[in-house]
């Protein structure tokens, strides 16, 4: 703003006034051609040189050039004769340019510079200004501007040495010291900016048909009448033609209140101070818009120990969030709000005392975190008492970040579906405690930086409301971020995460869903959660989710071993183990929700807050297990990573067991591989093949088609054969020591190394696992089975053959395979194997991949693909035992009638399909077997 001074000498012939001081010099002119009006001093010996440099300078035709020889103490000072006489009582700050080359190693010293405003002629009486650290170090290569408010600050503390007087300023001078000796210093464009004349610090608050204006203390002037309040529908710079809206002529007042304002329309407003004789500033900073709104009252949902609040929006482009006030019937409200909420109307209140009454109230607020609205009425709310209507869950409060530029609308939803894809899979996975609690805050633009550690990012969104520990979590969504990544901390406490282009295959073909993010969010997140454990006391492991790098700690032979698969399979396992462990975290990671629950089965009744409740699902709140099928219907919705089984079908899979006792609910398929004879591989297949299952989990094919899956094992391999309407490749994973899961093996190929503690060889590490692009692989027509990246299996079979539009395919996979996927964990003392183990009673794990045979190759998710099991997991199958010929587990009297229709005597012919029956191996069923037989029997 323009200064305006404004002086009234008074004289009579009884009083000589007071001489008045200069006004303090003009903005440059100090340190434009003024080489002349300075001097210098050292401590030590030396010299120095002060000249005008044209050739160097940031405004103006010169700079002020300060060349010196000295160490230790050096300065200089303007004017020589120091008796500036300089009136610096409405001078808010000085403010310069600053250059500096310095070739000493250590660079500047004590506090450099501290400059010194004196009242003269001697140098005993100054204000002392300097910093806290070396701010000349900052300019040495590149301008500085350094801006010192004369009143001081945090950064520039003043200290007074004898009696400076502000109104007579003699002299300004400037030390500096350094290390070693000899330095240069330029100074260019020396100004003291004035104190504003106009009030600061204008803010205003909208209320119902009122907008209240405040304003900070003014300090008054000789020449001051009063305070004039300007107002208008439109932005403005200047008051110019304009007529105050009114008129305040208390110099200490600072506050007014606009009672003309009408309700839904939006003002802007400025305040001037106007003289005696009508001076005044007008130039202006305008404040808003503010738009009156009519009061509305809060919405309030109690639970046990806590409320849901919500409100109505103030439509009003000034609105970027809003403030949560809370108090008891016994107090007040308290000065600062119990929450801060942006661009969304609800959050829930938690860690409150059952049974107590509470009073709310909300105002809206700018992005600069001033209330602009006055916006509801208070309302009341009591809580209950009985803490077993209602479930607990985590709530994680999650700031996730949309830059949307650079995407069409149809891509931003896509993008929107598949977060929402990740945050339903924590919900799911966690089995219903650990809820995404989220603020969606899309940008119209492209993100000011690459990533969370940029500070244009923070910059803008504290611009927009958000403060430190407001959100537990954030999630960064743009074009040219900074790849994928998660473990950042911002804002304080926030644990944050980014990206949008790291995928892995999710189970589903939505054209309105972007899966890719599904799996970005999904991941990153993950470590969102590691970094905030990290940063917690007393809190459990939250597993590093680059699953081989988890071993051998915290998993290693003394942590927990955990039946996983990759990807999406690992996190949900994490997930799945942590249970309501999160409950445990504290401030500020300590919200909960509550939900109603009348059947008690921890699954919400009707509740938009979280993922999942029973109306979405279609199960029953009144019954905890709708369907009656032993398995309530959390359980239902949480079996799997993807999807649930049918809450309202006893049997979802059809294959006679009902849910709750199923194994595996979701797909028809025994706990048991079944012994089989070794087959013939000619592509027929017949005979003594035996169903694994039919049909499939996915497939990202358009349509359906047929598929039925045939398996078994003996001693010398596994066997498979399908009969398909398509011609397929064929993608195998096996988890060789199923109890153990993809990562972890109880064994050591005969490839593998030893040195299972270092996290650089691991590519080097191979145990009894096959799969994640070393999957076991062949396709119809093959006249091989190779592992997938490796090599081709000795001994393995393939046999095809198509008629009539079907696809039938035979494959065997020897006991003896080539090394297996890399990253799997084993004891360095590992027995050492050089393939499957094919006993009795052991455990592995299948899952299939097919994809079509034209379009796609040999990797796992190539072209259309699809997955027999839930994508990225296991099915665990026990290899049958000899006598258990039934496959239920045990050996009894129907195994016994089955054991006599296969007795053939020694040196009879064995029906192949007894197999399991000839436990001396010697093709078949006598007197010997009978006897291996009794000794496992369990019973009738």
């Known amino acids: 703003m323009a200064q305006r001074v404004f002086r009234v000498v008074l004289a009579c012939c009884a009083l000589t006034a007071p001489a008045l001081a200069a006004d303090p010099p003009a903005p440059d002119a100090l340190t434009e051609s003024s080489a002349s009006q300075w001097d210098w001093g050292l401590t030590v010996g030396g010299s120095s040189t002060i000249t005008d440099d044209g050739s160097f300078l940031m405004v103006g035709t010169n700079s002020l050039k300060y060349e010196t020889t000295g160490g230790f103490d050096t300065w200089l000072w303007t004017p020589v004769a120091r008796d500036g006489d300089w009136d610096f009582t409405y001078v808010a700050a000085l403010r310069f340019w600053v250059y500096a080359e310095n070739p000493s190693p ?284 209602f479930s607990m869950h985590k709530n994680m409060e999650l700031l996730m970040v949309f830059y949307k530029r650079g995407y069409t609308d149809t891509e931003v939803n896509q993008l929107t579906e598949g977060l929402k894809k990740g945050l339903e899979f924590y919900w799911r996975t966690s089995v219903g405690q650990l809820n995404m609690d989220v603020t969606w805050m899309y940008l119209d633009d492209f993100a000011p930086g690459p990533d969370w550690y940029s500070s244009a990012v923070q910059n803008e969104l504290r611009s927009r409301g958000v403060e430190n520990d407001q959100y537990d979590l954030a999630y960064l969504v743009g074009n040219n971020l900074a790849g994928c990544y998660g473990g950042y901390v911002v804002f304080g406490s926030t644990c944050a995460s980014l990206g949008t282009v790291c995928g892995v295959p999710y189970p589903g073909k939505d054209p309105n869903v972007n899966y890719t993010i599904a799996w970005t969010f999904t991941h990153e997140l993950h470590h969102a959660l590691e970094a905030m454990e990290n940063r917690t006391a007393g809190t459990p492991e939250v597993l590093f989710c680059h699953f081989p790098w988890a071993y051998p700690d915290p998993l290693g032979p003394t942590g927990w071993h955990m039946d996983w698969g990759a990807h999406y399979d690992g996190i949900g396992l994490t997930n799945r183990e942590y249970g309501d462990d999160w409950l445990l975290y504290p401030w500020p990671y300590d919200s909960y929700i509550e939900c109603v629950d009348d059947d008690g089965d921890d699954l919400p009744d009707d509740d938009p807050r979280v993922w999942m409740d029973e109306v979405r699902f279609g199960s029953s709140s009144a019954l905890a297990d709708t369907d009656g099928d032993g398995l309530d219907d959390l359980g239902e919705y949480t079996a799997y990573n993807f999807r649930g089984v049918d809450p309202l079908d006893t049997d979802t899979d059809d294959d006679g067991i009902v849910d709750g006792d199923d194994h595996q609910p979701l797909y028809s398929v025994s706990r048991y591989l079944p012994l089989m004879p070794t087959p013939g591989v000619d592509g027929v297949v017949g005979g003594w093949w035996n169903l694994l299952t039919e049909g499939y989990y996915f497939t990202n094919y358009v349509a359906d088609f047929d598929l039925t899956t045939y398996a078994g094992y003996n001693e010398d391999g596994l066997y498979f054969a399908f009969v398909s309407s398509e011609k397929l490749r064929f993608m195998i994973s096996i988890d060789g020591s199923g109890q153990d899961g993809r990562f972890e093996s109880p064994v050591r190929h005969t490839a593998g190394h030893t040195d299972t503690s270092n996290p650089d060889n691991k590519h080097n590490h191979f145990g009894d696992s096959w799969g994640d692009g070393n999957h076991v692989y062949t396709y119809h027509g093959a006249s091989t089975v190779e592992v997938y990246g490796r090599s081709v299996i000795p001994g393995a079979e393939v046999g095809s053959q198509y008629a009539s539009w079907i696809y039938e395919t035979e494959m065997t996979i020897p006991r003896t395979l080539p090394e297996g996927a890399a990253y799997t964990w084993y004891p360095s003392d590992a027995p050492v194997v050089d393939g499957l183990t094919l006993t009795p009673g052991h455990v592995i794990g299948i899952n299939i991949t097919f994809s079509n045979y034209y379009g796609s190759d040999g990797g796992e998710f190539s072209g259309m693909w699809t997955s027999l099991f839930e994508t990225h997991s296991y099915v665990d199958f026990i290899l049958q035992q000899r006598g258990d010929a039934d496959c239920d587990g045990d050996v009894d009297l129907a195994d016994f009638t089955i054991f006599q229709q296969c007795y053939t005597g020694d040196g009879g012919t064995m029906n192949p399909t007894c197999l399991d029956m000839d436990f001396d191996g010697d093709d078949d069923v006598d007197e010997n077997d009978y006897a291996q037989f009794d000794a496992v029997l369990t019973g009738p």
Not at 225 to 233: E, G, K, L, Q, V
Not at 283 to 297: L, Y
Not at 355 to 378: L, P, R, S
């Open 106 to 389: 250590y660079n500047f010293q004590n506090q450099s510079p501290w400059i010194r405003l004196g009242t003269g002629p001697g140098t005993s009486d100054y204000y002392q200004y300097q910093a806290g650290y070396e701010v000349l170090n900052d300019a040495v290569g590149s301008w500085l501007e350094i801006t010192i408010p004369i009143e001081g600050d945090v950064t520039w503390q003043r200290t007074q040495v004898g009696g400076p007087d502000l109104a007579h300023i003699d002299y300004v001078e400037i030390h500096a010291d350094t290390w070693d000796s000899g330095f240069t210093l330029w100074f260019d464009g020396m100004t003291f900016d004035p104190v504003p004349d106009n009030p600061t610090g204008l803010a205003a608050m909208a209320g119902d048909s009122v907008v209240s204006l405040s304003w900070d203390p003014y300090i008054p002037r000789p020449w001051f009448d009063h305070f004039a309040i300007y107002r208008d529908t439109s932005p403005f710079s200047s008051v110019v033609g304009m007529t105050p809206l009114d008129t305040v002529t208390d110099p200490n007042a600072t506050l007014y209140d606009d009672a003309t304002a009408v309700n839904g329309t939006s003002y802007y407003y400025a305040i001037t101070a106007v003289g005696s004789s009508g001076e005044e500033d007008t130039d202006v900073e305008c404040v808003g818009p503010r738009t009156p709104w009519p009061k509305t009252d809060v919405q309030l949902t109690p639970y046990y120990s806590t409320a849901h609040v919500a409100w109505d929006e103030v439509v009003n482009p000034d609105v970027a969030g809003y403030e949560v006030y809370r108090r008891t019937p016994a107090q007040g409200y308290p000065d600062d709000p119990i929450k801060r909420v942006l661009v969304r109307t609800s959050f829930t209140d938690c860690n409150l005392t059952p049974g107590q009454t509470y009073y709310y109230k909300v105002y809206a607020i700018d992005g600069d975190g001033n209330e602009v609205n006055d916006f509801t009425n208070e309302q009341a709310v009591t809580l209950g008492t009985d803490p077993n209507e």
